[in-house]
């Protein structure tokens, strides 16, 4: 066994076990800290396929910003009402999900398994070329994208500001 | 050795597991919180795809959808204390004026 297949295997069962801590507390700050640790596993995850600044920015933009976010409308609405258990909402949820899991892994494994085509590449997923590519074929959408975040905080402030 | 298979299956499991979150919970933040975990599972190919076919486009198009989780989680989040503000409950159930 290759060191890479062990990582990926403790990585992966490690991040259902979160994702399904996240699902299945009752308590919403404990899911919010397990949504936490999936994310960092998930960045873990984005370091071993050779994208090492998209790892980093999730774990500063997920697990710091909006993460953080969370935690703070969860301290500030105090839900401390448990929610009730509908059993035939959950049962229905699961078989759905079953089956989607079941059918995206079925389609998913289906076609033929890629090899690996950059190993030698040294340079790729560095900071330098993801620049490149962000500032030269996507210009255009990188400022889309942030009118679209000025629009969400002007839309925040607007939302959640008190009544006179 | 870890193919792209291996990563899709993965993050199949992940975004069944984040449905099931949406499905099933009675509580808006949790809600929101399991969208963040469809987010990410996507992101998650899109990004083992970039890898397996050596191409950056995957990984600029995490950072969009990073910045869209973002704008979608402050505005998910202000609705939900406004919400919450009128009616002192962040049951789903509960917001059905609209249901006839």
Sequence with gaps: ?164 | MVTLNHYLVLSAVIFAIGVLGVLARRNLIVVLMSIELMLNAVNLTFIAFSRFLASMQGQVIVLFVMAVAAAEAVIGLAIIISVFRHRRSLDPQDMQLLKW
């Design chain 1, 1 to 164: 066994m290759d060191a890479s297949v062990i990582v990926f295997y403790v990585v992966s069962v490690l991040l259902v076990l979160t994702s399904l801590m996240v699902v299945f507390m009752r308590n919403v700050v404990h899911c919010a800290l397990a949504l936490v640790a999936a994310l960092f596993l998930i960045a873990v995850l984005f370091l071993t396929l050779n994208a090492p600044m998209v790892g980093i920015l999730q774990v500063l933009v997920y697990a710091g910003a909006i993460m953080v976010l969370f935690l703070f409308v969860i301290m500030f609405l105090n839900p401390t009402a448990l929610e009730p258990r509908h059993r035939l909402w959950w049962g229905l949820g699961s078989l759905a999900a079953l089956i989607l899991a079941g059918g995206l892994a079925a389609l998913m494994s289906n076609g033929e398994s890629l090899a690996d085509p950059v190993a030698a590449n040294e340079a790729f997923g560095s900071p330098e070329m993801l620049a490149k590519s962000l500032f030269t074929d996507f210009v255009l959408p990188f400022e889309i994208a942030s009118v679209l975040l000025l629009v969400a905080i002007v839309g925040a402030v607007v939302l959640a500001k008190r009544e006179p």
